[in-house]
């Protein structure tokens, strides 16, 4: 007999996975409090202790079953997912949704008020919160010289990422899709990390350009095409989650704490606490990539206010790079 | 200087075991420097441009790395490093299971077994308690550390039970439960225990109040309990075979403070009794109570095992085997020492008070009831009914004879068991004592670790009420207790017997006894079942 699990809660895109007819799968990798489900489309699906905040392709369960459950799973295990629930044949059980409503990882951007100007002394501030981090993985080194026009130092990944940050920023400014392609496909895969630092930069970056560019951007100009060219570029280049959670973010689906921190932007001046802290959040996430996440959104909101052109932000590399970086 | 590599195809650990293994390797005497990245294009450019690329390695390689697959890199200043590096890099990712927990707060409780397991490593048997759906789970960990089980939950299926207790055999562990209420281990008692004093007496039991009861009535006759082994109520089922009563019974057998065995149950599966009758064969004197199975069913098969039908006869005989004193055990004399008592309270029932109303919290003891009235007075309408044609249809309370199981799932969903709260069984007292088809009231009360720290003070107050008010209405309303408990409980067993006895409670220690004295006051000669 199979044995049911009840999922506390799901996120919307996932939804239809389970509504449709079963399709087979395969378990990808297996963490303490993580699994990863990959289907027979390629559509990667994550099942979650919630204890870690949501992902916008996460079914939680509660810590005690999930823990539990995990203990038992190895990649590689088949699985049928469809017809209301997740099969996990070789221990005969079965994961349900709940009857509530699916959780909605596109934020809410439209529901709040977006000041430019307040929105841009909130990317000062965080820029020197994040520089005064102790941590220091993956692009954090990089910090300095994107946000705070201090130079870099050099080492093989910075040589690598920083010329490419800086033309994905101006080249989406610019609306210059080729350019943006060509820093994708440098920065996609990059750096350490099972999602590399390269991709979650990427991720933090679209996301600003597919969720606040129609409210932030000086030019009034939508950048969503921006964002499906980040995703498209990536997808061969690197991991499959990492993959996959860039063409999420490529549709302004983010993972909770990330959906929070954006909204927490639209916040006055005066409670820049509260923005700090949502910062904190999307930081303690993994061991680098809730930095670089936050890097590549700080990097999208930076290139939005059309400051790239001004100078400031981008000194030299001394490397030979593409035409746009100064 | 030479570079070495490490390939791990299509496998992934989290960015802080990555970062941490590339730390370790640095960290080394020789090393100079390490990496661990996903092998994506950019990333073995990463490699070349910091002078780490293994390229002999990659061109040893049958397929070429891709993204999918974990390279871990080391460039060190001889072989020797090289190799020593990698090999700790992959113990680091191989012990990632390992996790450091500071055992500082010893006064939080722990909240997983390992965590229990790292504050006692000579822990051998795991209480667990969860929600029955994920409790298979928890009782496979335990198992899969060594460790026996005492599986207090229920609602796990039997499929689930089948799989742990073939795990629990092949290891040589007792997987006691599931839905497990009762266990005495080397003189501790688990779940819903009584006190007793350690003796030669050994129980295995599929039934949680059954073992109680008989537990109870041997330490009355001053004995004791060498080991008291559950085996959840589904054991002697013919899809569980008894897996559980026979590892009890082997258990015992080999226990040299055992002399007496006392193997308890429901009525099983035919071919599951037979079979436990024949590993029932000791050269220890062995007591079977298969409830209300008489003694003519299996005698064919018992052999040397001595079969009783109640549980108070299987006490009794255990004593008497064990060279104790049969007659102290609170049986038929109780009966005798009340019956002018009982004869008085039958004159003044009413015509119309014609059926017993049974309130049970432990199924066994509401099963051996059933079975007992049923014999002398026919059929006993129930949630739990001997017969389907007695089961009560929804809606109904009563319907003659009744008897009802309020430790059963319909009951306890969402509410404590009786044997803890007591308001439900208030409730039906109140409208049995008001129906005025009730001729007895009949209850158990179950004292020990887990229950109602002092049922009497509860109940003895509603008896008290119920025997007033039809009193009020010129009817009498005989309340009978069958108390199961023992004087070293924390609830003492006199204490609560004076209570409930001076509100006008018939009190028996004895089941069966409290049974036969409901059945007396319901029989048309007042003194019909007594003798």
């Known amino acids: ?326 | 200087m030479v570079i070495r590599a490490l390939l791990k195809r299509n496998t992934y650990y989290d960015s802080i075991t990555l970062m941490s293994v590339a730390q370790a390797g640095k960290d080394l005497p020789g090393v100079e420097d390490a990496g661990a990245v996903m092998a994506t294009e950019v990333n073995l450019e990463l490699l070349q441009n910091a002078g780490l690329l293994p390229v002999a390695f990659l061109a040893e390689q049958q397929a070429p790395p891709g993204p999918e697959d974990l390279l871990i890199v080391v460039s060190a200043a001889d072989e020797s490093h090289a190799q020593a590096a990698l090999a700790i890099a992959e113990e680091r990712l191989n012990s990632r299971g390992d996790r450091a927990t500071p055992v500082g707060a010893t006064t939080l409780p722990a909240r997983s077994l390992e965590m229990a397991l790292q504050r006692d490593e000579t822990a051998n048997l795991a209480v667990i308690s969860v929600a029955g759906e994920h409790a298979w789970l928890e009782a496979e960990q335990a198992l899969s550390h060594g460790l026996h089980v005492f599986l207090f939950s229920d609602n796990v299926p039997v499929e689930q039970e089948q799989r742990l207790k073939a795990l629990a055999l092949s290891k040589g562990l007792l997987l006691m439960g599931p839905d497990c209420g009762t266990a005495i281990i080397n003189g501790t008692g688990l779940g819903f225990s009584n006190v007793v004093n350690r003796g030669s007496i050994g129980i295995a039991g599929a039934s949680g109040t059954g073992m109680q009861q008989i537990i109870c009535l041997i330490a009355a006759a001053g004995l004791g309990i060498s080991h008291a082994i559950g085996t959840g109520g589904r054991d002697l089922s013919e899809a569980i075979g008894g897996v559980m009563m026979r590892s009890g019974l082997e258990l015992l057998a080999n226990d040299a403070q055992t002399e007496v065995v006392v193997l308890v149950s429901k009525p099983p599966a035919e071919r599951v009794a037979h079979e436990i009758l024949a590993a029932a064969q000791l050269d220890k004197p062995v007591v079977v109570v298969f409830l209300g199975a008489a003694s003519e069913r299996f005698a064919t098969v018992a052999g040397k095992a001595h079969l009783e039908r109640t549980l108070t006869g299987g006490a009794e005989l255990a004593v008497s085997l064990a060279g104790g004193d049969r007659t102290r055990v609170p049986g038929e004399s109780t009966l005798h020492k009340d019956e002018s008592r009982l004869a008085a309270e039958h004159t003044k029932l009413a015509p119309s008070q014609r059926y017993i109303r049974a309130f049970y919290s432990g199924g066994t003891l509401c099963d051996e009831v059933m079975l007992l009235i049923s014999e002398q007075a026919g059929a006993v309408a129930s949630n739990i009914p001997l017969r389907p044609e007695w089961a009560l249809a929804a809606g109904e309370t009563f319907r003659g004879h009744t008897a009802l199981d309020l430790g059963s799932d319909e009951f306890t969903r969402g509410r404590p068991h009786p044997m803890i709260d007591p308001t439900l069984r208030l409730q039906y007292l109140t409208r049995a004592a008001e129906d005025p088809e009730t001729a007895v009231i009949l209850l158990d009360i179950i004292l020990g670790f887990c229950a109602h720290q002092n049922p009497a003070a509860v109940y003895a107050p509603a008896i008290s009420q119920a025997r007033a008010r039809a009193a009020a209405a010129e009817r009498s309303l005989p309340v009978i207790v069958s108390l199961c408990g023992t004087e070293g409980d924390p609830q003492r067993l006199s204490m609560q017997r004076k209570a409930l006895e001076a509100a006008g409670a018939l009190v028996y220690e004895s089941n069966e006894m409290a049974a036969r004295a409901a059945l007396s006051l319901v029989s048309k000669a007042a003194s019909g079942v007594i003798h």
């Open chain 1, 1 to 326: 007999m199979t044995t049911s699990l009840l999922a506390t809660d799901y996120s919307r895109p996932i939804q239809p996975l389970f509504e449709q007819g079963p399709r087979a799968g395969t378990i990808h990798s297996v963490f303490r409090k993580a699994v990863n489900i990959v289907t027979s489309d390629d559509t990667m699906l994550a099942v979650l202790s919630n204890e870690l905040p949501r992902m916008p392709n996460s079914v939680r369960l509660t810590p005690i079953m999930a823990e539990k459950l995990l203990r038992h799973l190895q990649p590689g295990l088949e699985i049928w997912i469809g017809d209301g629930r997740l099969l996990i044949l070789a221990h005969d059980l079965a994961i349900h949704l709940p009857e509530t409503s699916a959780w909605e990882p596109r934020p809410e951007i439209t529901a709040y008020h977006w000041g430019h100007e307040t929105v841009a002394q909130h990317v000062r501030l965080l820029a020197y919160h994040l520089a005064e981090q102790q941590h220091r993985g993956g692009f954090a080194p990089l910090l300095e010289p994107l946000l705070l026009g201090q130079p870099a130092a050099e080492t093989p990944l910075s040589l690598m990422a920083l010329p490419m940050l800086r033309l994905l920023a101006q080249a989406s400014w610019l609306q210059d899709i080729a350019g943006v392609e060509e820093a994708a496909r440098r920065l996609a895969g990059l750096g350490p990390g099972l999602t590399p630092a390269g991709d979650d930069a990427l991720a933090g970056f679209a996301a600003v350009m597919k969720l606040l560019s129609p409210q932030l951007s000086v030019d009034s100009a939508s950048r969503d095409h921006i964002a499906v060219a980040i995703a498209s570029v990536a997808r061969p280049r690197t991991t499959a989650l990492s993959a996959v959670l860039l063409a999420h973010a490529a549709r302004g689906e983010v993972a909770e704490q990330v959906g929070d921190f954006l909204l927490s932007l639209a916040l006055p001046v005066e409670a820049s606490k509260a923005v700090l802290h949502a910062a904190d959040r999307v930081l303690a996430f993994g061991s680098s990539s809730g930095g670089d996440t936050l890097l590549g959104m700080l990097l999208g909101l930076r290139a939005l206010d059309g400051e790239i052109d001004k100078g400031g932000y981008y000194g030299h590399t001394g490397a030979a790079q593409a035409k746009y970086v100064l």
